[in-house]
Structure formats: structure tokens, C-alpha cells
């Protein structure tokens, strides 16, 4: 597939990286506005970047929005995120396009306007590699970082999981783990001490590789 | 008429006094206090300090009944996204985003949203100067 990314702050970064290093075989193009930035990520993506305002009709078409299979909009203004996708759509006649949402107050709006996916950061790794993963483990590994020390995963939570209607504020994690976000249905919610887990929650963690075991138990 | 004005800058500031001059009810919207330094002397609308793009700050004046409402930021993108979502969240009579890149402001027109674009007015007047020249030549 050929994707490419608007900006190249977190998101976009890690996102390119991954979908290039990852044997997924993407060929992939990040549009990138910063100079500096785009100069010094090219030691790293070679021609895979470009410098340019990607919320721009011109700079897409230079990256070759034409011929893209997903665009995903991931630069820090909603406005522009949401003007990227309907360039796409329109201009382009692009079919796919995810934009990363900012303000979760315009994830409503993004989807009323024709884009296809609005995600968060979370849910954007969450979705992204979710087709990849094999489903039935009751710990799937989302992402693994740092050459394998640490992982992200996901727990699809059930009436009899231990954690279930207890809240985070109450419950001993296994040191060197963290839960980072709560999908309750189409809702993604970034846990605190008054987080209470409920059955049919997926639970995104943060886990280093030893403490796995341990945090798989006291779920 | 009741107009809602978001971005006072050089142009949206004198859109806002002529309106208030004819005898409009204007509300004029801009994040930065200064920018109202352009109204004139004289301008009796309504000055809200905000962000246009938080609907919280839009939805005062757009629950009375407004005719009219121009997002004219210096920016295409914000402009773009207030006159979309004004249109999907509230009944008004009209909505024009200022766009100042012209292919863009075309593919939304065919969107639905009315657009105005500077660039094409300005060579459309500078083309016309030119006719009249070479006319009179």
C-alpha cells in the first residue's frame, strides 16, 4: 500500500516508522513542514519525507495524494487534519483517510464531514495494528518497544476479570506497568485513580517485559 | 440583519463597521483583544474575545436568530472548518468561508459551502485593469 503522513510530529513519526520498519512492505511519504525536522528525519526516512504544508492542495499532489491508499492527517490542528481528509476525498478521490483528532470534541464533527476514521493517538496504534494481531489471547500484543523490553497490549476484559468494577485508585499493578487507556465501546477513555472498569472494557497497557506475567495474573 | 464576523482582521474590521454603519446587528468574534483595535470609534456591535473553532464560544450568539455568518480568519483550514460545522450544528441563513487558495475555495463550493475567494476577486479586478489599458491604448 502507499500512505502517506501529514506531519511529522509524535504521531506521524512513530506511525511512518512503523509502518515502514515493520515488514508491513508500505511504501509510505511523510509531508512534513518544519524544516529542521525534515532534515534531520531524513537521515532516517531518506526519500520517504518531504518538506511541505501537507494541509495543501499543491503538497499533496507533489506527494503523490493521487495514487496514496490511506492518507492519515496527524499534525497538531484539528482544522487542518479535518481539510487534509476532504482534500483527499474531493480532489483526489482518495477512498481512505484517518485523521487524528485533537480535541475530542471534534471527533463527532470529523466523522459527520465524510472522514473516514478520527482517532485519537491511542486509538490510531489500537486500530492500526489490530487487523495485524491474532484475536483470542486474553493479551494480545499491540506494539512492542525498545527492541521487545517494553509492549503495549491490550486486555479485552470480561465479567470475570479480577479488575472488573474496581476502580484503578484501588488496585496494586505490577511495578513497571501502566494502563494507558480504557475503550469502553466507541468511547476511548484515558484512565485515572476514579477509572472503574467495567466487562466488555478493552484495556491498553504499558508493560515491561518481565512484569508481563505478573500483570497477566492480576487481571 | 444579524451578522456574526469571525476574524477581525483588514478586512473582517471594515466588513464589521460598514454592517454597523448600514445599521446591522454585528457580532464580531477574534481570539486576540487587539485585533478590535481595528473596529472604529463609532462601532456599536458586539466584541466577544474567543476561539472560533470551540463551538462554546459561537453557540451564544448563534442560538438567537443570525442571517449571516462569515468566517474570514487569515486562515483557509480554520475558516473551512467553522463555516462546516456552523452549517451542521445551526440553522442560519447563510454561511461564507473566506478562502484565499482558489482551487480549494472551488472544490467547496461543490461541497455546499458558499466560499469567497480574494486571490480570484484581486485578478479578476488586475485582468480588468489590464483590458481597460490595452482598450485605451
Known amino acids: 500500500m502507499y500512505i502517506i503522513v501529514v506531519g511529522a510530529g509524535k504521531v506521524g513519526y512513530h506511525l511512518a516508522r512503523l ?9 509510505v511519504m511523510v509531508i512534513e513542514k518544519d524544516r529542521a525536522k525534515v532534515d534531520l528525519l531524513s537521515m532516517e526516512f531518506h526519500d520517504a519525507i518531504m518538506e511541505g504544508d501537507g494541509s495543501t492542495i499543491e503538497a499533496l499532489k507533489e506527494a503523490g495524494a493521487n495514487r496514496a491508499d490511506v492518507v492519515v492527517a496527524t499534525t497538531g490542528n484539528d482544522e487542518d487534519n479535518l481539510v487534509i481528509c476532504q482534500i483527499v476525498k474531493l480532489m483526489f478521490l482518495r477512498p ?5 483528532v485533537n480535541n475530542p470534541r ?7 464531514l465524510g472522514v473516514d476514521a478520527s482517532v485519537s493517538g491511542t486509538k490510531l496504534i489500537n486500530a492500526i495494528i489490530h487487523e495485524q494481531v491474532r484475536a483470542g489471547d486474553m493479551m494480545i500484543p499491540l506494539l512492542s518497544l525498545k527492541a521487545g523490553d517494553i509492549e503495549i497490549v491490550e486486555v479485552q476484559l470480561t465479567r470475570s476479570s479480577h479488575i472488573v468494577r474496581k476502580k484503578i485508585k484501588d488496585l496494586t499493578l505490577p511495578t513497571g506497568s501502566i494502563f494507558i487507556a480504557v475503550i469502553r465501546g466507541e468511547e476511548v477513555i ?3 485513580g476514579e477509572t472503574e472498569f467495567q466487562p466488555e472494557d478493552k484495556v491498553l497497557a504499558l508493560v515491561k517485559r518481565e512484569s508481563e506475567q505478573a500483570l497477566r495474573e492480576m487481571l | 440583519m444579524r451578522v456574526m464576523i469571525i476574524g477581525c482582521g483588514r478586512v473582517g474590521s471594515v466588513l464589521a463597521n460598514r454592517l454597523d454603519e ?3 446587528e454585528v457580532v464580531v468574534l477574534d481570539r486576540n483583544q487587539q485585533a ?3 473596529l472604529s470609534e463609532k462601532f456599536s456591535g458586539e466584541r466577544i474575545v474567543g476561539n472560533g473553532l470551540i463551538e462554546d464560544f ?14 474570514m480568519t487569515d486562515k483557509d483550514n480554520i475558516n473551512l472548518m467553522i463555516a462546516q460545522r456552523v452549517k451542521l450544528n445551526f440553522p442560519l441563513g447563510e454561511v461564507i468561508a ?9 472544490l467547496y463550493k461543490e461541497l455546499g459551502v458558499e466560499t469567497v475567494c480574494p486571490t480570484d476577486l484581486v485578478i479578476k479586478d488586475l485582468l480588468q485593469m489590464l483590458q481597460i489599458i490595452k482598450e485605451s491604448a
Open chain 1, 19 to 27: 509502518l515502514m520498519t515493520q515488514g508491513h512492505g508500505h511504501e
Open chain 1, 96 to 100: 481512505r483517510t484517518i485523521a487524528r
Open chain 1, 106 to 112: 471534534n471527533e463527532e464533527l470529523f466523522t459527520g
Open chain 1, 190 to 192: 484515558i484512565p485515572y
Open chain 2, 22 to 24: 448600514a445599521g446591522h
Open chain 2, 36 to 38: 478590535f483595535r481595528r
Open chain 2, 58 to 71: 459561537l453557540r451564544p450568539t448563534l442560538q438567537e436568530k443570525t442571517d449571516i455568518l462569515f468566517a
Open chain 2, 98 to 106: 473566506v478562502v484565499h487558495d482558489s482551487i480549494l475555495a472551488g
